[in-house]
Structures are given as C-alpha cells and as structure tokens.
C-alpha cells in the first residue's frame, strides 16, 4: 500500500538527477517581465522534461506566481528548449553535392540553406563551398571533403548557439567570432573519426582521412578531445591516440610580380622552405570571405592550375606542409588577373622570320570578342617608344619596314576600349631583298599554299600544346588536329574559306588544359593558270 509514494519519490529523485545532471555548463541569466511566472516561463523556454520546480530550486523562489519585475533568474543552457536553425551557403564553387535524406543527391547552390542531417560533397578538383552559421561563424569546406551537419540550434532566447558538424573527410577551415565577455558563450563542435574538436573564438584547419585526422590553429585555442591547442601549433591524431602538439611550419616568402598577371594557366613560384616537403597553394577572392577558387597540393615550391578562372582581384596563398603533414602558416599576397581579351594569334610573319625590306605585311586572326586590334612594331622588345603604333578593325597591315631587327606584338580590344595583354613580342629581321628575278612566264607562277600560326609560349618547361582547326565554331567537325613542342604550327590548309582556330597547352605531367578562344583566319582561293587548259585546247 506504500507503492504509489514511493514511486511518486523515486520520480522526484529522478528528476532532481536529470536536473543537477542538465545544470552543468554554461548559464545564461534572464530578467524576470511583468507578468512572467515559473509555469510560464516553462512553457516558454525549457526544454520538455525541464519542470519549472527545477528553476525553482536552482534559484530559491519562494512564491513561483509572483515574480519581481527585473529579478536575475539564472538558468543552465542546457534546460533551454533548442530552437533548430539553419546555415547560410554564401558561396559555391566547381561540383558541390547536397545529399539530403528523402531527396536524390543535387547540386548545391549558393544562396540556399542547409540544416541539421544534410551532407555537403564537394568535387576532388578545386570545388569547395563556403557555410555561414548562425553565431556569425564561417566554415570554408574544401575540395574533397564531405561533411554532415549533425546540429545547428539556438538555445530559447539566449545568445548561446551550438553547431554541430562531422567531418567524414577531406579538409575545413573555420573562422569563429570571438566568445562575448559574459556567458553563454556559442560552441562549434567538429566532431572527426578519430578525435572532437571543440571550439570558441578562434582560427583553425581540420583535415580527416584514413591516417587520422590533422589541426592547426592559426588563432584563438582549440580543444582537441582533452588536449587544449594554442595559436600556432598542430596535432595529429589517430585511432591510437591524440599526439602532442607541436609548433607548425613557418610561412613561405612570396614576391609576386607587379603589374597583373596576364597569362594563363595560372602558374607562381616561390622560394624553397627549409624542412618543407610540400606545400598547399590557393587562389581566394581578394575580399577576404574565405570564397576559395582553385587550390593544389605541390611536390615543388611552385603552382599551376590548369583551371579557367576569371579576370579579377584574388589573393594567393601559400603554406608548407611538414613531414607530419601539418600544414604550415600561410603566405598571402594579393594579385590581379587581366589575362582577357587574349591577343590575336600572329599568322604572319612567322616567328624569327626574315623577310625582305619595304611593305612587310602582318597578319593575325580574329578574337571574337574584339573590336579593334593594336599592333606595335619597335627595335627593342620593351617597347618603350615603339617605331609604329596602328590601331586596326581588320585582321592585316602592311608596314614599311627598313633593313634591320625588330619585334612586333598584338593585343585585342573589346568595344568601349577594354585592351587585353600584349601577345609575345616576336622577332623580326629584315633584309635587304635580293636582286630581281628574271622574267616568269605565267604558268611558273608561285603558290602560297600553306599557313602558319604563332602564340604566347607558356612559362613553365615542359609544356606542349595541341591545336585543332575545323569549319565551324563549335568544333564540331574538324578538319585538322596537330601537335607542336613549339608556340608554332605550320600547316598546308584542305581549302580556301573561312577556318576557326583554338590551342591549348599540356603539361609536362600530360594534364591538358583549358582550351583558349577559339580565332578566325581565312584562305583566299588561288588562281592557276591550269585552270584554262581545256579551254586552250578547244581553241587549237
């Protein structure tokens, strides 16, 4: 007959424990409203299981219905009811997948969300995606990776956020506000195969795969499982356990050169770094919001993406990677791209040609973006006061030319004035023309019948370049394909017409890159005396 109060204590005892076990943490301290009571406040922002006797207790109220206006009530964190929200995907880069439960793997956007149980995928090659949680925080996920969003909640009313995330692979880096002065202060929690890492206001780079998983901290301290990690070092931890940290590697000196960057593929060097046996190079958007654009791991200390990327203002950034392979400090130093409209490519004269002296004739192909052409023609291949300046609508001039060296470069002009770079400054010599000829008779008539095509050399060794030639635009058709280990081709064309043009570099690892617009040149038809044959005949 004693059951039900024994009973009705051991579920006082139960939640008493639940209680006591649910206070500890952090404690957010609300301010008592008119009209608020514990039943209310309840109902309001506990979370279910949460009875306001609890609150009661924690902050000895002796009447729970009448409340003083303006009274402290602490309340644990983790009694708050969790109010789900979701992150903000700023930005999207290459192939990024989005795996939701219910729904078929999709493409991800920027500007969409994402909540608690999504998976974000990105591609192996320069594709990343750019996440901004609820406290303010920025995680940029890099390519190769993929992780779940395990929790993203606000707690009640308070300032307290707790995002959850698991990262199953691949690399983030994470740039958390600094902590507010008085409590609840917003966790990040990334939770890795072998090792949690807990975060608050700081700076830091995670990396998991099948060795473990890697952290540097760049600012602010990260907990790593119970090992705390400061600014400037990095641990590595496997299935065996979490090893010490240790300082990470210095950062690598950069010196770019001034002026924008005019070529592409995109390709830097730098000095080698003593202990370094690799390093990680990435192009960002020069404003700062960690938007990563192309990135690379390298034997050597020099980067080169074959990857189009778009004029504009970026910033490199640099870092060497230890034997451990934690990656180092990082070098940044800001860049401008201007490598469009590309320059024509020159058709004639051909590079290191000799021709004779008086009207020396130039020839190039079509860009198709261009609105006029700028040719420059000087003895010195600085061209600091060029001989001849011409700003041309066609694709041919002549130039009168006296016997002697010279160097001649192109660049394209979009309408309203946008000039490209200056294409390679091909020499030229001019000589003096040999005596003439005796008198021909027609039939003996000379035929230019072949074709010869110049282009910007690539910076880097090893490069060779395949070219394609067909009828139409899109390529669909072609009529000549080749090879060449120089920035030249020379080829006998299948007929006169109109023919468009494109080449693109290989490097020395075999990595085709991008192929660059596609140009114009045209073939006029040639006459031959042949041709009226049979009508000579008839006559006899």
Known sequence: MHRAPLTGLLALLALAGSAHAAAEGPVWTYRVRPGDTLIALQARLLAPGIGWQALQQRNQVAEPRRLPVGRPLEIPVAWLRAQPVQA??????????????????????????????????????????????????????????????????????????????????????????????????????????????????????????????????????????????????????????????????????????????????????????????????????????????????????????????????????????????????????GFELKARPEPPMPMAPAPAARVDAGRVAFAWTRHPQAAQYRLQVDTVASFESPQVERELVDTATSVDLAPGRYFWRLRSVRPGGDAGPWGEALALEVVEPPPAPPAVPPQAEARHDRVTLAWPASPRPGVHYEIQVARDAGFAALVLEGSSDRAAWSFEPPGAGLYHVRVRGVGSDGRPGAWGTAQQFEVPAAWHWWWLLPALLWLL
Request: proline share 9%.
């Open 88 to 333: 903000d995907v700023l930005f999207v880069h290459g192939e990024v997948e989005l795996r939701r439960a219910g729904e078929a793997p999709r493409p991800l956007a920027s500007g969409e969300q994402v909540a608690a149980g999504d998976e974000i995928v990105t591609g192996a090659r320069s594709s990343s995606a750019v996440l901004g949680l609820d406290d303010g925080s920025r995680l940029l996920v890099e390519p190769g990776s993929r992780l779940r969003v395990e929790a993203l909640d606000r707690r009640g009313a308070s300032a307290y956020r707790e995002s959850r995330l698991k990262l199953e692979n691949g690399g983030a880096e994470a740039s958390v506000p600094p902590a507010p002065a008085s409590p609840p202060r917003p966790r990040l929690q990334i939770r890795t195969p072998v090792v949690n890492l807990a975060v608050r206001g700081t700076e830091f780079r995670a990396r998991s795969d099948a060795h473990g998983t890697r952290l540097e901290v760049l600012r602010g301290r990260v907990a790593a499982g119970a090992r705390p990690v400061a600014a400037g070092r990095g641990l590595v931890a496997t299935a065996d356990g979490v090893q010490r940290a240790r300082p990470l590697p210095t950062a690598p000196v950069l010196a770019l050169p001034a002026g924008p960057v005019t070529r592409l593929p995109l390709a830097f060097a730098w000095p080698p770094l003593a202990g370094a046996t690799a390093y990680r190079a990435q192009v960002l958007d020069a404003d700062a919001d960690s938007r990563l654009r192309l990135d690379g791991r390298f034997d050597e200390a020099a980067a080169e993406w074959p990857d189009d990327l778009p004029d504009g203002r970026y910033e490199l950034r640099v870092r060497a990677i230890g034997a451990d392979g934690l990656e180092g400090l990082d070098a940044r130093a």
